[in-house]
Structure formats: structure tokens, C-alpha cells
């Protein structure tokens, strides 16, 4: 009973409890309820006066209402934008360049093979009288007037030569200089510009003295960016190749003539840059004449191993490199082979494919994941397969039938499967020497019965004659070449060979309709080692700052005195210091053609004709104001990678990226869809085909992603791509969805008066888009310049017409006498810096306040400096974008990652004026200004401690921790001006997730497919890792011995005493293995190297920074944007106990700008402050990490041709069998490399 009746009151008591917490609990949660709802109307209030501050300020400084008005009129021009049509404009355009470039490389080729075929039989030899200009070995190239005549002089008498020999040439079918009158009209120009006539019976001698080739004048030509001499061509002789050879001689003195091709070309067509013939006995002609940079870096330049030269002189090519790695080839074998493949893999391009197998008892690729395939010899994947070189091991003797099994096959496999080059096939033989039984028949079965479909080009590394006949055999034997490489300095010479034996199909031919070739994109004399090596000279200044620092702190602290006026630190100059220039990079594509050598006797081509074309030319030719804001055009090559894009980054740091023209149409492109980085939507990948393909039946529409800002802020949006072939490239004009196709028809503007003009353009404080072509034919030093040069030639494009209108409409921005009181106030208060504007036409306008009266002059880091390209601006792009769906917001933005505390910290406030009738309309300008944040956060201090009639219980540092963020989530204002700029995930995670799971901000994860990463370079493995490994395969293989030993016992009747003797051998063997392996790894454990204990001998080793490569790479992060279907103010409540976060955040819009208030709970102390606030939403790039179950330590490179092998389109001829060629080598062996008798 008593148990009972304890029962019954212990129930009460619990029960009493749980009334009571619940009753408390409620209370509780009634109080945060009060506490959030008061926070709520704080945000909501202090939200409404920075709003009203700011958009005060932002109207009454910017005047956007008066900048409507003036554009008003534009109204009744809106049209709709037919976009076939201004696509069908471009193509056509650029068609039309491109052909003027093609027809001018295919005179120098035609003019190249008359002469040629008229040369004088007569050798040269090395001690003749005969010398030329070589562009490496110029001594003085001041101009002087007495100079430049004796060069002219010199010009006219060998024009006279050629003017008196020419005519009596006999024709040359297939060659437009057959024509004696084509020939006539070549030099008609010349004999013009002669002040004299040639008297064909006396004709002068044409060898000067040599020293006069050293001295040739040159001028400054802003177009060529150097000094050169467009009077002349100069030579340009390959690195290793002697001046004075006689085949030299011959082709420099037979090609003088080009000289009248390549003048006439540049006299037609002024935008003409470097006109080039090209030999492959390894000089070049070079037009116009300029003098070689002493880099030496520029000094290596071998336009042999440039892709405009190796495409033209041969058809694409498979090619695969068997690399003996038998432990003979260890030491200078193994570097003179290094050096080979590395000489091989320059000559390749993007139409080629390419695979190294090494090779020894097994046959193992190079690069593991890349085996059984050939993959495309583009810069990425040559790259890996170079810092894959120093890694192997040599090992073992050599087994030549299963390295060659290995290539027939994998050619064989691709010549069935078609995924490669569909052209040439080739293997590359780099062995010390064949001195054992290989398998003749293996050549019959594989190569000869099929009708030679491969070529075997053979490289020995030994001296051995007898290795020699062989491997010439198998040379001569596959229509292929061999080359002994013993010697540093022969290797680049006879490697090259086999780029002319495969020319051989070209120059035998009967089809001379010959296509061009159009080269992927390239940087002027730069091949593509460049990033490495100015990577090694910006560490090598890194490296000086930090020896310098040292000592400069260990001098000082020990308080020396100077030795010499020679020391370190007394000096103002170094070495490297030319490398910290910024460097400028001049992109191009280069169009070629292959030169036949029409003699009878000859086979391979004598070279080839190349002109460079720089990007600009196709840029020129894009009407970029009718693309409009967010529009843009793209050309892709026939490979699928970018000539340009405005997404393509081809540089970092100030230096080149390493594969800068390995960028892929998908990896600029980036859809907004939740795939996986490098899983492509199918979309893209189709749409990718297309372009490929030239396929342009219908236009596409994709939902991608873009970023702006470097990567900081990120535009989702519709997009409209339209395109159309442009020889062998694909043209895209992409347009975006919402305000693309409406524009201003600018046949309709009219011009203003010539008197308003001319004032306008006497001001200073305007500029325009320095891209942009206003006027083709007029001249300036500066882009204003040429605008004012074509008013005065009254020149009356659509663009000028349209910048003109916009500077006669806005004439009232630079208007002194519209600041008011008012204004001055606000100049005044919130420290004013400046207002500018910016319109479609290209026009940028900016005043600048330094003082409530005055305007002065732009400073040399100013805001429209650096802000000059208008609609291309990311402000400008931003503002459209926003704007569009809400016109009457100011957006505003301050510098990432800077400081409140600094007084210079600007705020930039953008708005973009649109203009309207009926369903069109189009935007056509952006206002904005910039004040000081100092300022800006003093008023937002004052007005986060109003709290409205209550008392204040809460403010901003007061229980609640405050931040302004723009719509992409970062910090514009703050309690802590350390934090502006920033991102709101640096300094609350847990408050951005927050955000992000209540739908406040949607966050984008980005890919940067163009990334670069610095890594160490591969390595070998440490010696007691390669010990061991050595070990396992002796293991494996003794007992793989051992059991065939034990199967031939069993199945033989030797007698079990020649077994027993066979045991005891073996046991030996082992024994000797083991004892070996014990004394090698103790002299390996001994051989341990000195370092000094000293302090500063400690301290100096510290010194060495880490050395790194630059490496291709993909990274990913997130960026955000606001959700603009969220309704506000918007504050969470999650009901709870009291150790629970009832209320994180508060969050508000600020009317009329971009702007949100956050009020972060810090009144609950722990519970809101100490919650987990890791976030997956990291803003800094981090480099993605690809896996592949079957790959071990997968590259990108290898991911990408696993992953990612797309459409591809040869558009060359196929050239790589012709029955001319089959009785060649049983002609002569001198033709596949036989060099005694």
C-alpha cells in the first residue's frame, strides 16, 4: 500500500515537472519570439534608411533620370537583330581575310618553285664570295642615309639580275609565274621605283664585301612591333646548322628573288605581317628583315618544329616511339635518347597521334594509363609523356620482336577502327643496337604483305657497325630512314630527316591543288617549352630576393664593412632583371602551304611558304557593338580547341599557360546543370560536334553559366549560338536571350551638328573602346585619337554615327553648372570621387571631383583607365544583367579582399539605362559613381544605433553582429572593416549555410577547366624502392623458373643427379643475388652526404625554395547569387530549449539596390556562435583530383583522353603512299640514310 501510494506521488511530481518546463519552455520560446519579431523590425528599419541613403546619393550624383531622357529618342529605332544574317555578315567577312592571306602564301610557294626550277646549276662552296644578311649575326643596325642607299643600291642591282634573266625562262605548267606577263607585272612595281634602267649586257657584280652584311638599317613599324627593313628579307638559320654550307649557299641565293613576291604581297595588302619560305635544309627567308634577339632562349628558335611547318610539309601521321630502356642504354645513351624523343614529340601537332612504348624482355607504355592506344599529340598530353622521360628505369636486355608485335598491332587496331589520324603511320626505333636474333619475317607478315602501310624509321644510340646494316635493313627495307645519334649536336639534323621522307608522297604527287593549312593557335617565336623556362627565370628571381634578404640581414647584424664596390648588394641591376617585364604575347595563326621541288630528279618537297595572321585580324572584323552587352563571337579549330574566346585565359602570372591552345569548346562553354566536373552534358557534347562538323542547319540554345569578376561572381542565363564555316574553322556569334536580338538600328541615328562635335572632342575626359574599328584608314597614337582624325575626314560609319550621337546627347555630363547645392552636399559628405558613364556605341565619360569646385585631369591608376572597354566591362555586363528585371536598382560593389580601414576604399554604384517600344528593348548605357567607404560606413554606423521610439536593446556590436552583402555574398559593409570585400563563408561558414539551406543564396558549383596548378616534377622512385622492386620481379621469375623446371623434370628421364646439380646451381644463384643485394644496400645506406652543422651553414640550406613546375589543372568552387523568389524580410525560427539557436540570422533586402542586411544572432551567446561551422561552400579554387578504378595515380591528361576524346575533323589531304616512291631505297640507299659505301 505504502509502495503504492510512493508510486502515485512520484508520477505527480514528474507530471509537475513536465507542466512546468513546458510552461517555462513556452515562456522561453515566447521571449525569442519577442526578441526576433524586435530584431525583425530593426533590420526592416535600418534596411529602409541605407536604402533611402543610398539611392538618394546614386540619383541625384548620377542623374539617371536625365540620362533616360536623352536616350529616349532611340525608342522608335529599336529593331529585332536577324542573327542569320549577322552571322552570314561575319563569316563572309573573315572569308574574304582569310582568302586575301591564302592567295598571298600561294605566290610565295608558286614564285618558290619557278625560281627554284630556273636556279643556277652552279655549286657555291663554302669559301666563295657569295654572303647574305643573317638575322643572328647583325652588328649594327642604325639608320643612317648613306647606309639605307649602298642598301638599296645593292636591291636594284640584283632586281636588275632577275629583270634581265627572267624572261628567258622556259614555262613551268601548273605555276602562275609560268606566265611571262605575270612575271612582267612582278616587276613593274620594282622597275617604278627605279631611278635608273638595267642594261642587260653590262649588268653589275652582286656580291659586296662581307663585312657589309653585318651593318643593315632599321626602323621602328608600330604594325611588326620591332625594327625591321621592309626593303629586304633576311636569313634565319637554324641553331646547329652551318652558314657556310653549301646547300645553304644555294637556297639562300636561289630564293633571293622571293624577295619581289614577298614585297608585292605587302604592297597590296598593308595588314600583311611575316612572310616566310621555309627550307628543310634549315634556313628560312624571313620578310621583312629583322635582327634576332640575343635571348637566348630566342637564339633555339627551329621553325622546323613549328606546326605551321611540320603540317605543311607532311599529312597528318600515327606515330609510335619504341625506346630501348635494357640496362645498356644507361648514361649519355640514355640522355642522347631522351634528347630524340623530345626532338620527335616537337615535331608533332594536334592532327597527329602519338604513343612511346619502352621496351626490354616486356613492353611497357611510358605513361601506364596510356596503354594499347595512341592519343592526340596535342600540348597537354606531349607534356606528360616529356616529364615521363627521367622517370623509367633501364633494365634487363632487349627483345626487339616484342616491342615491334606490340606497335603493328595498336597501328594495325587503328587503322581498322579509324580513331586517329587516318593518314600516315609510323614507328619510331631508338635502340643502342640490334646485336641478338630478331624476327625478318615479322616485317613480311605485318608491313611488306600489306602494302607498307607503316614506316620504320631506325635510331641508334651504339657504333656498332654490324647494328648498324641491320637497323638500316629494317630501315630501307619499311620505306622509312635511319640516323646514328652518338653526338649531342647531329641529333635535331637527322631526326628531321624523317619529316622529309614522309614529304616525299606530297612532292611525287600528280594533284597540285594543294590545301592550306591553317595552324591552332601559337605565340609568335615561341615554342612550347616557354612557360617552363620563364618559370624557371621568375624562380630564379625568387630565389635572388630571398639569398639578398639573407644576406643583406647577415651583413647588417654583424656589421660588416663592404669588400668591393662589385658586391651583391651594391648592385642596381642583375641578370634577371629583364624577366620582370611584363611580356606581350602576340597570338596568331599561321596559314602555309608545301613548296614542290618540280626538278626531275628530286623527290622530297623544297619547303614550305607560311604568312602569320594574328588574332587581331579576325577580331577586327567582328562587329562588336551589334553583338551588344553579353554577346560575343568564338572561333573553334577543326579540332575542336579555341583560336579565341572571351573566356579563354591563355596566360597567368604574366607568363604563357602551358597548354594555352589546348583549350576544348566545352571547357569554356560550362552548362548550368549538376553534372560532375568533365561529365559533359549531352547537350554541349552535341552541340560541340556540330561546330566541329560545320554543321550549321539550326541555331542552339543552351542554359549555361559565366563567370565574371576573375571567377568571383558568377551570371546564369539563356544563351543563342549561331555559327558557320570559316575555311577550315567554325565562326559562333552567341547572343544572349533576353535583350539580344533588340537593337538600335543605327542607319536611323542622325548625325549631330560639326560644331557640337568638334567641342565635344576637344574635351579630355572621354574615351572609347580601344578594340573596336571606328574607322579603318584613320591614324592616331591613341583609339580618341583616331576618332578625332575621322571627324576630320568626315567619315560616317554606323559606329561613328552612333558614338558621335551619344557624345552630342550627353554633352550635358561634363556641364559644370549642373552641380547644385545639393550635389556639392552630397560630393561633400559621402567624399564623391567620381561619376562616369559608359554607352553602347563604345563611349566611356567620367567626371572626377577632387574638392567641391573643381574637376580635374585623370591620375595615372584611375578608374577609367583601367575601365575603358564600355560594354566589355564586367560593371557593365553586371548592371544589363541585373538590371533588366529590375530597373530602378542601383548596384553596388566594393574591391575584393581590400580594407575598410584604408581612406581610398572606393564603393562603385552601376545602373543600366534601357529603352522600350512595345516588346523591344534594348539596353543603352550604364551611370555610375564612386564614393568613399570610410564615409559610407560612418553613416551606417549612425544609423544601426537608431532603434526607433523603443530604447535600444539591440544594435549592430550590441548582441548582434551586422553585414551589408551584394547579391553574390559578399561583404560590402560591416562592424569590422577588415572583413569588406570579403566573403561571408571566410567569416561565418556556419551562418552561409544557414543561407544556403533556407533558400536565401543559391550556390553555383563552378569548374575552371584553364586552372594551373605548380607542382614538383616527377621523380624517380629512391634507390631502396627500386632495390626492392628488383628483388620481387628476380623473385617472380625464379619462381616462374622453377616451375618450368619442375614440368621438364616431370617429363623428362634425366637422371635425379643432373637434377640434384641443377638444384645446387640454382641455390648458387640465389646466394650470389642475395649477397649482391646485401652489400649494395649497405653501400647505398653509407653513402650518406655531409651537411655542416654550423648555424648558418643551416640556416643558408634553408634557403633553396621549392622548385616546381607550372602544370595544367582543374579546379572547382562555389559561387552565389541571390534568390530572387524569396520573400523578405526573411528570419528563421527554430522553436527549442534554451541551449538551442532559436533565431541565426535576420536578413533583409535593402530597397532598391543589390544589398541585403544581415543580422547574425550573438544576443544567445554559444548556442548561435558555436554550431558547426564547417561548410562545403569554399570560395578559393581547389584542384579536382580524377579517379579511374582501373588507373592507378590517374593524370588529367590521361582522364581527358579517357573521358573526354571528341569529335575531331581532318580536313588535309591524306598523303602517305605513292608507288613513285617504291623503288627509291633499292635505287639508292642513300635515300633511307646510308652514308659510306
Not at 641553331?239 to 639562300?252: A, D, F, T
Amino acid at each position: 500500500m505504502k509502495l503504492a501510494n510512493r508510486t502515485d506521488k512520484n508520477i505527480v511530481i514528474f507530471l509537475l515537472i513536465v507542466v512546468l518546463s513546458g510552461i517555462c519552455v513556452g515562456k522561453l520560446n515566447d521571449k525569442k519570439w519577442e526578441r526576433k519579431e524586435e530584431v525583425k523590425r530593426l533590420v526592416k528599419m535600418w534596411s529602409t534608411k541605407i536604402g533611402d541613403t543610398l539611392t538618394d546619393l546614386s540619383e541625384r550624383m548620377t542623374r539617371d533620370v536625365k540620362m533616360h531622357q536623352s536616350f529616349k529618342v532611340l525608342e522608335e529605332k529599336l529593331v529585332k537583330e536577324d542573327a542569320a544574317d549577322l552571322i552570314g555578315d561575319v563569316a563572309w567577312d573573315i572569308k574574304l581575310m582569310m582568302e586575301s592571306k591564302e592567295h598571298a602564301v600561294l605566290k610565295i610557294a608558286d614564285y618558290a618553285e619557278f625560281t627554284n626550277y630556273h636556279r643556277d646549276p652552279k655549286p657555291i662552296f663554302f669559301n666563295s664570295s657569295y654572303f647574305y644578311y643573317n638575322a643572328d649575326n647583325l652588328t649594327n643596325t642604325n639608320w643612317t642615309q648613306e647606309r639605307e642607299q649602298e642598301v638599296i643600291d645593292d636591291i636594284l642591282t640584283n632586281e636588275c639580275h632577275w629583270t634581265c634573266e627572267q624572261p628567258r625562262y622556259t614555262n613551268l605548267t601548273n605555276n602562275m609565274f609560268a606566265s611571262y606577263k605575270r612575271r612582267e607585272k612582278l616587276l613593274e612595281q620594282r622597275r617604278n621605283e627605279r631611278t635608273r634602267a638595267c642594261n642587260c649586257e653590262h649588268l653589275p657584280e652582286k656580291d659586296g664585301p662581307p663585312l657589309s652584311y653585318l651593318h643593315l638599317p632599321l626602323k621602328y613599324n608600330p604594325k611588326f612591333g620591332e625594327e625591321v627593313n621592309p626593303l629586304i628579307s633576311i636569313a634565319k638559320l637554324a641553331i646547329n646548322v652551318y652558314q657556310r654550307e653549301q646547300g645553304v649557299l644555294e637556297g639562300l641565293r636561289w630564293s633571293e628573288a622571293l624577295d619581289l613576291v614577298f614585297k608585292e604581297n605587302h604592297a597590296n595588302d598593308s595588314s600583311l605581317t611575316w612572310q616566310y619560305f621555309a627550307s628543310p635544309r634549315g634556313f628560312m627567308r624571313h620578310y621583312p628583315a629583322v635582327k634576332w634577339s640575343d635571348e637566348q632562349y630566342d637564339k633555339t628558335y627551329d621553325f622546323r618544329t613549328r606546326t605551321w611547318y611540320t603540317e605543311a610539309l607532311t599529312s597528318p601521321k600515327d606515330v609510335i616511339i619504341l625506346l630501348d630502356r635494357s640496362g645498356s642504354t644507361k648514361g649519355k645513351r640514355r640522355i642522347v635518347a631522351t634528347q630524340i624523343v623530345n626532338q620527335i614529340l616537337d615535331t608533332l601537332n594536334d592532327n597527329d597521334f602519338v604513343n612511346i612504348y619502352t621496351f626490354t624482355n616486356t613492353t611497357e607504355p611510358l605513361v601506364q594509363c596510356f596503354n594499347d592506344t595512341l592519343f592526340q599529340a596535342n600540348e597537354e598530353n606531349l607534356r606528360l609523356l616529356r616529364e615521363q622521360l627521367p622517370v623509367y628505369e633501364e633494365e634487363f636486355a632487349a627483345d626487339l620482336n616484342l616491342g615491334m608485335e606490340k606497335a603493328f598491332d595498336i597501328l594495325e587496331n587503328f587503322r581498322t577502327t579509324r580513331r586517329s589520324a587516318k593518314c600516315n603511320q609510323a614507328i619510331m626505333l631508338i635502340t643502342e643496337g640490334i646485336d641478338y636474333e630478331y624476327n625478318k619475317e615479322l616485317f613480311r607478315i605485318r608491313n611488306w604483305n600489306k602494302d607498307f602501310p607503316v614506316r620504320i624509321f631506325t635510331y641508334q644510340l651504339g657504333h656498332d657497325d654490324n647494328d648498324a646494316k641491320e637497323m638500316e635493313w629494317i630501315a630501307c627495307s619499311n620505306m622509312g630512314y635511319w640516323g646514328n645519334m652518338t653526338e649531342m649536336g647531329d641529333i635535331r639534323e637527322k631526326m628531321l630527316q624523317y619529316l622529309n621522307v614522309m614529304s616525299r608522297p606530297i612532292n611525287m604527287s600528280e594533284k597540285k591543288n594543294r590545301k592550306f593549312i591553317w595552324s591552332y593557335l601559337h605565340v609568335d617565336l615561341a615554342d612550347r617549352r616557354l612557360s617552363n623556362w620563364l618559370w624557371k627565370k621568375f624562380e630564379g628571381i625568387r630565389q635572388r630576393e630571398v639569398l639578398i634578404d639573407h644576406i643583406k640581414r647577415d651583413f647588417y647584424r654583424q656589421q660588416k664593412n663592404f669588400t668591393s664596390s662589385d658586391h651583391v648588394l651594391l648592385k642596381s641591376t642583375h641578370g634577371y632583371q629583364k624577366y620582370q617585364k611584363e611580356w606581350k604575347f602576340k597570338y596568331m595563326t599561321t596559314v602555309s602551304l608545301p613548296v614542290y621541288d618540280r626538278r626531275h630528279d628530286q623527290y622530297e618537297l623544297l619547303g614550305v611558304a607560311g604568312i602569320d595572321v594574328p588574332l587581331h585580324l579576325f577580331k577586327d572584323l567582328i562587329p562588336f557593338e551589334r553583338l551588344g552587352v553579353n554577346g560575343y563571337a568564338f572561333i573553334v579549330t577543326n579540332n575542336g580547341f579555341v583560336l579565341f574566346h572571351p573566356d579563354h585565359r591563355p596566360e597567368f602570372q604574366n607568363i604563357l599557360k602551358p597548354t594555352f591552345n589546348r583549350v576544348d569548346i566545352c571547357e569554356v562553354e560550362i552548362l548550368n546543370d549538376e553534372n560532375e566536373p568533365r561529365v559533359f552534358n549531352e547537350l554541349i557534347v552535341k552541340f560541340r560536334d556540330r561546330l566541329v562538323n560545320q554543321n550549321q542547319s539550326i541555331p542552339v540554345t543552351l542554359n549555361v553559366k559565366y563567370p565574371l569578376n576573375d571567377n568571383k561572381r558568377v551570371m546564369l542565363t539563356n544563351r543563342h549560338y549561331y555559327f558557320a564555316p570559316v575555311g577550315p574553322f567554325t565562326l559562333g556569334v552567341v547572343l544572349p536571350d533576353k535583350y539580344g536580338f533588340d537593337i538600335i538600328d543605327k542607319s536611323k541615328i542622325e548625325l549631330p551638328t560639326v560644331e557640337s562635335t568638334s567641342y565635344l572632342l576637344a574635351s579630355s575626359f572621354w574615351k572609347v573602346h580601344p578594340d573596336w574599328i571606328y574607322c579603318r584608314k584613320c591614324k592616331g597614337a591613341t583609339p580618341e585619337d583616331k576618332i578625332r582624325d575621322a571627324f576630320s575626314r568626315n567619315e560616317k560609319s554606323k559606329l561613328l554615327k552612333s558614338l558621335f550621337f551619344d557624345m552630342e546627347v550627353t554633352k550635358w555630363f561634363d556641364d559644370k553648372s549642373g552641380i547644385g547645392n545639393g550635389e556639392k552636399k552630397y560630393i561633400s559628405d559621402y567624399q564623391v570621387h567620381q561619376v562616369f558613364m559608359a554607352t553602347y556605341s563604345g563611349l566611356t565619360r567620367w567626371r572626377m571631383f577632387e574638392d567641391q569646385e573643381s574637376i580635374h585631369e585623370e591620375e595615372v591608376d584611375s578608374f577609367e583607365k583601367w575601365n575603358n572597354k564600355a560594354i566589355d566591362e564586367d560593371w557593365y555586363r553586371r548592371a544589363v544583367e541585373l538590371n533588366f528585371e529590375n530597373e530602378d536598382m542601383f548596384i553596388y560593389s566594393v574591391p575584393f579582399e581590400t580594407s575598410g580601414y584604408e581612406n581610398n576604399t572606393m564603393i562603385t554604384s552601376t545602373k543600366a539605362i534601357f529603352v522600350s517600344n512595345g516588346e523591344l528593348r534594348s539596353p543603352v548605357a550604364v551611370i555610375g559613381l564612386q564614393f568613399n567607404h570610410r564615409e559610407m560606413y560612418e553613416i551606417y554606423n549612425e544609423i544601426t544605433k537608431e532603434c526607433g521610439e523603443k530604447k535600444c536593446r539591440l544594435t549592430c556590436n550590441n548582441k548582434l553582429e551586422c553585414y551589408i552583402l551584394d547579391n553574390n555574398a559578399y561583404i560590402v559593409l560591416s562592424d569590422e572593416p577588415e572583413f569588406i570585400g570579403r566573403y561571408i563563408g571566410d567569416i561565418r561558414p556556419d551562418i552561409l549555410n544557414d543561407l544556403v539551406e533556407d533558400g536565401v543564396f543559391i550556390a553555383t558549383r563552378m569548374f575552371d577547366y584553364q586552372g594551373n596548378c605548380q607542382k614538383k616534377p616527377p621523380e624517380k622512385e629512391p634507390e631502396e624502392i627500386r632495390v626492392k622492386k628488383r628483388k620481387e620481379k628476380l623473385a617472380k621469375r625464379e619462381k616462374e623458373l622453377m616451375r618450368q623446371k619442375k614440368e621438364t623434370t616431370a617429363s623428362s628421364n634425366a637422371s635425379p643427379r643432373l637434377n640434384l646439380i641443377l638444384d645446387h646451381l640454382l641455390a648458387l644463384k640465389n646466394w650470389i643475388v642475395k649477397i649482391f643485394f646485401l652489400f649494395f644496400g649497405q653501400a647505398m645506406a653509407d653513402d650518406t652526404r655531409y651537411y655542416s652543422n654550423k648555424d648558418e651553414m643551416i640556416a643558408f640550406n634553408k634557403l633553396e625554395i621549392v622548385k616546381t613546375v607550372p602544370t595544367p589543372c582543374d579546379t572547382e568552387h562555389y559561387l552565389f547569387n541571390l534568390n530572387q523568389n524569396l520573400s523578405f524580410p526573411f528570419i528563421p525560427f527554430r522553436k527549442g530549449n534554451k541551449f538551442d539557436c532559436s533565431w541565426p540570422y535576420a536578413i533583409e533586402k535593402i530597397p532598391k539596390t543589390n544589398l541585403l542586411f544581415l543580422a547574425a544572432n550573438s544576443d544567445e551567446g554559444d548556442a548561435c556562435k558555436d554550431r558547426d561551422g564547417g561548410t562545403k561552400y569554399f570560395i578559393e579554387p581547389k584542384e579536382i583530383v580524377y579517379n579511374i578504378p582501373t588507373v592507378e595515380n590517374i593524370t588529367l591528361p590521361c582522364y581527358i583522353a579517357r573521358t573526354n576524346n571528341y569529335t575531331r575533323r581532318m580536313y588535309m589531304d591524306c598523303h602517305n603512299r605513292i608507288k613513285k616512291e617504291d623503288q627509291l631505297n633499292s635505287r639508292s640507299r642513300y635515300y633511307c640514310g646510308h652514308t659510306w659505301d
